[in-house]
């Protein structure tokens, strides 16, 4: 089962299970997302217009990460005056994970699960970038969790007395010339 929904004034054709990358919506990594605004549902050869939309048929699906697009680059030029300004533009999009497609009497749902990978991780995973990995896995959503689990008992030494540091050995005077002429 399939449908058509449009977001963001463009129009995709989607199914249970698929990856869909739209323009920004608002909302948290793993939050819920439904589209009313269902143009068509199709089914094998069964299919259901609307007009302008099927009542009653709904698409939800989940939020995986808000983020930057590829960048566009803008050129200007006019021949022979000299002049050329060039500049780039990086459009805000939303990945989304297509849960379910609901209408007509029939109800599709994908039976995986979400994962919450934000794509700058799996590409810094896949280049081996162990430091940018750390640090991508220190600010995801999921983490956070485990930060303040790791961070309690640093809070719980901290509290108790802690012990003075030593203080480094000073370095011995340089001999001055009159001393070596001894």
Known sequence: MYAVIKTGGKQYRVQAGDLLVVEKLDGEPGAEVAFG????????????LGAPLVDGAQVSATLIETRKGEKVKIFKKIR?????RTKGHRQHESVLRVTSVAGAGKTDK????VDLTPKALLDARARNLKNVVAELEAAAPAAPAKAKAKAAPKAAAATDEAPAKKAA????AAKSSD????
């Open 179 to 182: 001393d070596a002429a001894e």
């Open 37 to 48: 605004d269902v143009l068509m549902l199709g089914d094998g050869e069964a299919i259901t």
């Open 169 to 172: 050995p000073k370095k011995a």
């Open 110 to 113: 994908w039976d995986g699960t």
């Open 80 to 84: 022979r005056q000299g002049y050329r």
